[in-house]
């Protein structure tokens, strides 16, 4: 395979640790999750852009542990048959301009990117929270095709099922187990 081990599973790790840290929806502050499928000539190449709580923060640098990542496959500039995953870090969240964000690439080359979000009832193409009553994704699974070494080869890197642990708070409420002590 064309793609070492160690680099797929620290993509892998990447996007897990984000998706399970992802914050709750929050129109308030313009906290959003939005998965859109993008399918050309039958290969997906998704998005997915959401507010985690990942992000380390550098010594001696202003920041937050809080981002808005994005990830998206995006064309390499030597082959227009090749893609690369894309993670997106925009750290200033209240910035009143939109900064451009650092961008990382996680996986090359990549044929596609297949984003399905779990609502507790069925697995979805695509995730607005702005439409899903303001909520996550109780999980979302991800599914990425290496590029092969020949045309028409494709190599499955592992299928990754993340849960999600945000959960959005009712009538402005963070939600309590029921029965507590008063």
Same mark, same amino acid.
């Given at each position: 395979? *064309?793609?070492?081990?160690?680099?797929?599973?620290?993509?892998? $790790?990447?996007?897990? $640790?984000? *998706?399970?840290?992802?914050? +709750?929806?929050?129109?308030?502050?313009?906290?959003?999750?939005?998965?859109?499928? #993008?399918? =050309?000539?039958?290969?997906?190449?998704?998005?997915?852009?959401?507010?985690?709580?990942? $992000?380390?923060?550098? %010594?001696?640098?202003?920041? =937050?542990?809080?981002?808005?990542?994005?990830?998206?496959?995006?064309?390499?500039?030597?082959?227009?048959? @090749? &893609?690369?995953?894309?993670?997106?870090?925009?750290? $200033?969240?209240? %910035?009143?301009?939109?900064? #451009?964000?650092?961008?990382?690439?996680?996986? @090359? +080359?990549? @044929?596609?990117?297949?984003?399905?979000?779990?609502?507790? /009832? #069925? &697995?979805?193409?695509? &995730?607005?929270?702005?439409?899903?009553?303001?909520? @996550? +994704?109780? %999980?979302?699974?991800?599914?990425?095709?290496?590029?092969? !070494?020949?045309?028409? !080869? %494709?190599?499955?890197?592992? /299928?990754?099922?993340?849960?999600?642990?945000?959960?959005?708070?009712?009538?402005? !409420?963070?939600?309590?187990? !029921?029965?507590?002590?008063?």
């Amino acid at each position: 395979a *064309l793609t070492d081990d160690a680099v797929i599973q620290h993509c892998l $790790n990447q996007l897990s $640790n984000d *998706l399970r840290h992802m914050a +709750p929806p929050d129109q308030e502050l313009g906290i959003e999750v939005r998965g859109e499928m #993008d399918e =050309s000539a039958g290969v997906r190449r998704d998005t997915l852009t959401f507010v985690t709580t990942t $992000n380390p923060p550098r %010594a001696k640098t202003f920041g =937050s542990d809080v981002v808005k990542v994005a990830y998206e496959l995006t064309q390499t500039v030597d082959d227009d048959e @090749s &893609w690369a995953l894309v993670r997106s870090v925009s750290a $200033n969240l209240l %910035a009143l301009e939109e900064e #451009d964000p650092e961008e990382t690439v996680l996986l @090359s +080359p990549i @044929s596609s990117f297949v984003l399905s979000y779990y609502d507790g /009832e #069925d &697995w979805l193409d695509t &995730w607005d929270s702005t439409l899903q009553d303001g909520s @996550s +994704p109780t %999980a979302v699974k991800v599914r990425i095709e290496l590029a092969g !070494e020949t045309e028409g !080869e %494709a190599v499955l890197a592992p /299928e990754l099922l993340v849960a999600i642990l945000a959960r959005p708070r009712v009538g402005g !409420e963070p939600t309590q187990p !029921e029965g507590g002590a008063r």
